[in-house]
């Protein structure tokens, strides 16, 4: 077990930097001491840390390293699951060390888009919220949308937060944002499936769009106007999916799947030795590509799938898969799409960002 003394934090937090005491929160974390954790964040409220700053400035950029540490595979997926349980029990002790307001200044209903696993970004929202004074209603991770939609008629929330981090679920956030603002409420949209600009927020027809916590918690509270919503329908966003490559595509996806690994064992000789893991493992792989080209066929930006190509071959890298095997599982995906543009164009530009990456 680690051990943490109260004067250590407490120069942390008079020096006026949470860096000091992320460092501290995460070798606790890696160390799977919950004790520990906690310790630093309580006495550094004794300090004179407050609890927004706790949440936001602390345990919000030691989770965010701790999943580079994954990918950097630095850490593994046992350690990713045991941080982020410890970090999620310690915001549950936070949420009460600090009254609640004796009069909410409006309700707001936080939730992560149907199959969106990745809960904590949204909790540390919604406890902001709540230290500023608004009543909220946390659904939590994987919220189904017709359980939102039932939720927001009974509720009657002034604004539904919607959390994305992984952009596969661009096309369910789509069918959620349009399925609030028929029931007559806004939506802001926040995570990293939206996009660092939040162009993805905007193009799927959202209300609004934050960067943070902080500064949904701020457009919440007056700062840039969340219009009012208006209904809609889908295609009115993205036209595009006229030409249906996108519902080919994602439908197609159990075939395209097999029928790639199938391939690969021909153009790579190494696969044939892989193990029933080894194989099952390959066929994830290749699910997760077909799913980004999905999603970008979806939302007609090739830069979602070059990116996450070169994302997935730093991953590979670092856990000494050579990069290189992605190349024929592209051509591969092609043969058979070879008559959609659109996936085509896609195919061939992730090839080449592959080949500069």
Not at 140 to 160: K, R, Y
Not at 228 to 247: I, M
Request: net charge negative; hydrophobic share 45%.
């Amino acid at each position: 077990m680690t051990t943490r003394t109260p004067q250590g934090v407490a120069t942390a937090v008079t020096g006026g930097s949470a860096e000091p005491l992320r460092g501290l929160l995460q070798d606790a974390l890696l160390a799977g001491d919950e004790y520990a954790a906690a310790g630093v964040l309580f006495t550094a409220l004794d300090e004179g840390l407050t609890v927004e700053q706790a949440l936001l400035d602390v345990i919000g950029p030691v989770q965010a390293e701790v999943g580079l540490g994954w990918a950097a595979n630095r850490l593994t997926v046992a350690q990713e699951h045991v941080a982020t349980a410890v970090n999620d029990r310690i915001i549950a002790a936070l949420a009460h060390r600090s009254p609640p307001p004796r009069a909410a200044r409006g309700r707001i209903t936080v939730a992560c888009v149907e199959g969106e696993w990745h809960a904590l970004p949204a909790r540390l929202l919604a406890e902001t919220l709540r230290l500023r004074g608004w009543r909220v209603d946390f659904l939590g991770a994987q919220a189904p949308t017709p359980h939102l939609i039932a939720h927001l008629h009974q509720s009657g929330p002034d604004l539904v937060a919607l959390s994305s981090s992984i952009p596969t679920r661009l096309p369910t956030a789509h069918a959620a944002i349009t399925a609030c603002q028929a029931a007559g409420v806004p939506v802001l949209a926040g995570g990293a499936a939206f996009g660092t600009d939040g162009r993805y927020a905007r193009l799927l027809g959202a209300d609004g769009w934050a960067p943070d916590a902080r500064a949904a918690a701020e457009l919440a509270a007056g700062g840039p106007a969340v219009p009012p919503a208006v209904p809609h329908e889908p295609v009115e966003d993205l036209p595009h999916l006229a030409d249906q490559e996108y519902t080919l595509v994602s439908r197609g996806r159990t075939r395209l799947v097999r029928e790639t690994v199938d391939g690969l064992a021909d153009r790579v000789p190494a696969l044939r030795a892989y193990t029933e893991r080894q194989r099952e493992r390959t066929a994830e792989d290749i699910a997760h590509i077909v799913d980004f080209l999905a999603t970008a066929l979806y939302v007609d930006d090739d830069e979602l799938f070059t990116g996450f190509l070169t994302w997935t071959a730093g991953i590979l890298d670092a856990r000494g898969v050579p990069a290189r095997s992605l190349a024929p599982a592209l051509e591969l995906l092609g043969e058979p799409l070879r008559d959609f543009p659109r996936a085509t164009r896609l195919l061939r530009r992730g090839g080449a960002a592959l080949a500069t990456a």
